[in-house]
T-cell receptor, first 112, second 112 residues
């Protein structure tokens, strides 16, 4: 069956350091992956996505890496700021699929 | 301008009551979704409509009935509310299916 999971449910980093949030997926047929950020009391907010024909994609201070061999996805946040504190979700979808399948979520806490 | 809006933001009601949550998107998207987020932050899709047609109906009690009067609106009606229905419900929309979705702010439902 489908499953998208995260290695760590919580992650605590120092302000200014880089953060890496990991995600494992089990469906080798998935061809689209997406990261969301959810701040307290708000809905998930799109961060970045990547298709399976790529292994890296960069955005503003964020980079998503995809390793299809080991079915692993990661989100790197450079120079972490207090505003980055949130729960981060990865999600996957298959070509032609109707839906995203979300992982458990990782809570990122920034220490001053 | 809010892209995906939901009303109400908070809903407190007693067991056995019937309640509705409304969702509207002004993004011109053709697909809308309802998700349930439990106390552990797990996001689970409930329903999806594409051009007013139901395309996803996950294993959800038939006490939950979505209604899409037009492409910009997707409402969720819940009959005979139970304690286990307490959660945060998110509406989302996308252009096309299973891809980048934009979420509303959520409706926190508390059943007492």
């Amino acid at each position: 069956g489908e499953s998208v999971g995260l290695h760590l449910p919580t992650l605590s980093v120092q302000e200014g350091d880089n953060s890496i949030i990991n995600c494992a997926y089990s469906n080798s047929a998935s061809d689209y992956f997406i990261w969301y950020k959810q701040e307290s009391g708000k809905g998930p907010q799109f961060i970045i996505d990547i298709r399976s024909n790529m292994d890296k994609r960069q955005g503003q201070r964020v980079t998503v890496l995809l390793n299809k061999t080991v079915k692993h996805l990661s989100l790197q946040i450079a120079a972490t700021q207090p505003g980055d504190s949130a729960v981060y979700f990865c999600a996957e979808a298959q070509e032609g699929a109707q839906k995203l399948v979300f992982g458990q979520g990782t809570r990122l806490t920034i220490n001053p | 301008d809010t892209a995906v809006s939901q009303t109400p933001k908070y809903l407190v009601t007693q067991m056995g009551n019937d309640k509705s949550i409304k969702c509207e998107q002004n993004l011109g998207h053709d697909t809308m979704y309802w998700y349930k987020q439990d106390s552990k932050k797990f996001l689970k899709i409930m329903f999806s409509y594409n051009n007013k047609e139901l395309i996803i109906n996950e294993t959800v009690p038939n006490r939950f009935s979505p209604k899409s009067p037009d492409k910009a609106h997707l409402n969720l009606h819940i009959n005979s509310l139970e304690l286990g229905d307490s959660a945060v419900y998110f509406c989302a929309s996308s252009q096309g299916r299973g891809r980048e979705q934009y979420f509303g702010p959520g409706t926190r439902l508390t059943v007492t």
